[in-house]
């Protein structure tokens, strides 16, 4: 199985899967590339650490969409290098026709909270301000709707009493740390050729 990691910065759950990859815990996938809406993206540096091409590809002019002609040249970018599935690691940008239809049940998304609670930018800031008493992580499906597709797993964190927001959120990071490259090798043995 053929995977593309999709993100837009720190690209700290693209190297959870690349170091998955490298201790032999991914299964039959296999990372053919990492693709960067943001020309200063960290997560740009992982793709010579771990011997993957990694690049970045424009998106157009708006800031959380893509133009439809750029959308339609990530969709082509894909489709060239052979990719069986898109996995969103931190990519903060909308998508949609062309690139959804290309992938579609061909791509997942990971999101800092135990959807369907948080959905949308910031989910673990909503969640601490809502004073819940747990929150965690989701892999889904990804469909048209903003992270509403059916869910592949998910991962439950606490919030205890000497928590602070950095902790929580720590806590959270790990717990995505861990989910992730396990939803993908897991997907990998039903997806693959
Ligand atoms: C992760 O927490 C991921 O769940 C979140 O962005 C972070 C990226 O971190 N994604 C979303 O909020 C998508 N709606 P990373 O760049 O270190 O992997």
Redesign the pocket.
């Known amino acids: 199985m053929r995977v593309a990691l999709l ?1 837009s ?6 190297e959870a899967v690349l170091r998955a990859q490298a201790e032999g815990r991914l299964g039959q996938a296999k990372v053919v590339g990492i693709y960067c809406d943001n020309p200063t993206a960290k ?1 740009l540096e992982l793709g010579p650490r771990f011997g993957v091409p990694a690049q970045f590809l424009d998106t157009g002019s708006f800031k959380t969409k893509f133009s439809p002609e750029r959308e339609q040249a990530w969709a082509e970018a894909l489709i060239a290098a052979r990719v069986d599935l898109v996995v969103l ?4 940008r909308v998508i949609k026709a062309p690139l959804l239809e290309a992938f579609a049940g061909r791509m997942i ?4 909270s135990l959807l369907p609670a948080f959905p949308g ?1 910031d ?1 673990i800031g909503q969640a601490w301000t809502a004073g819940v008493n747990e929150s965690g ?1 989701t892999v889904h499906w990804v469909n048209a709707d903003i ?1 509403g597709g059916a869910h592949l797993g998910q991962s439950r964190v606490g919030r205890e009493s000497g928590d602070t927001l950095e902790t929580f959120s720590q806590k959270i ?1 790990a717990a ?1 740390h861990a989910l992730l490259p396990a939803v993908i090798a897991q997907l990998s043995q039903s997806l693959s050729r």
């Open positions: 993100g910065g720190r690209g700290s759950n693209a997560m690691a931190g990519f903060m998304n990971l999101h800092p930018l989910a992580c992270d990071h995505e």
